[in-house]
């Protein structure tokens, strides 16, 4: 499978835990993004990144995320001291910097804090 | 005010008719893009269809058309002879400015389509 791969695909914990998501592109893509979706609402951007750089970040991303790439590869998204609002599914897509721009989508990382 | 709006929650439509969604948007940068994505029950996002702001033509892409209005700001999606498998939510999103300068998309709160056998 080449598609974007995210890992885990559910994860539940207990509110004020650290969780880390993960996310593998598709191999050629040199910019990698990270959404959320809460139910019922479309996506939102929180952070993006091209190559191992992260240049833009959303208001949405408060201090308790991180977002790295560390090797313009694969890319992680910590989630410190989790917090009931935090529920969601983090989507995790790539794309090439040429062309339409369409971003390929992973399946996602459901959280769920309680 | 939104930059993307989708005005039906949900449509239904009956199997092999023609089904339009609805999307309106907002920007006054001259170069941008339009998408249209679909999200199945099991979550993952797929591309539909793109259209480019300074594209002549209407998109397509197999039984999807968009119809791209530039003056009234509309770019609504066009599934034609629709499948039970097309049961699914919409979104339209737009990505500001041109490709290489970052391709964040802003997304519209989507629309529920129900096929109907």
């Known amino acids: 499978d080449t598609g974007v791969s995210q890992d885990p695909r559910h994860k539940i914990t207990k509110r004020g835990q650290n969780v880390t998501f993960r996310c593998d592109p598709i191999?050629?893509?040199?910019?990698l993004y990270w959404y959320r979706q809460t139910l019922g609402q479309g996506p939102e951007f929180l952070t993006y990144?091209?190559?191992?750089?992260?240049?833009?970040k959303s208001r949405l991303l408060s201090d308790r995320f991180s977002a790295e790439r560390p090797k313009g590869s694969f890319s992680t998204l910590e989630i410190q001291r989790t917090e009931q609002g935090d529920s969601a599914m983090y989507l995790c897509?790539?794309?090439?910097?040429?062309?339409?721009?369409?971003?390929?989508f992973g399946e996602g990382s459901r959280l769920t804090v309680l | 005010a939104q930059k993307i709006t989708q005005t039906q929650p949900g449509m239904f439509v009956q199997e092999k008719e023609a089904v339009t969604l609805d999307c309106t948007y907002d920007t006054s940068d001259p170069s941008y893009g339009l998408f249209w994505y679909k999200q199945p029950s099991s979550g993952e996002m797929i591309f539909l269809i793109y259209q480019g702001s300074y594209d002549q033509q209407n998109a397509t892409e197999g039984r999807y058309s968009l119809n791209f209005q530039k003056a009234r700001k509309s770019a609504n999606l066009v599934i034609s002879a629709s499948q039970l498998g097309d049961s699914a939510m919409y979104f339209c999103?737009?990505?500001?400015?041109?490709?290489?300068?970052?391709?964040?998309?802003?997304f519209g709160g989507g629309t529920r389509l129900m096929v109907k056998p």
């Open positions: 990144f091209q190559n191992e750089a992260q240049l833009e």
């Open positions: 999103a737009m990505r500001e400015g041109r490709g290489n300068a970052g391709n964040m998309l802003t």
């Open positions: 897509a790539s794309s090439f910097w040429q062309g339409g721009g369409e971003l390929f």
């Open positions: 191999s050629e893509h040199n910019r």
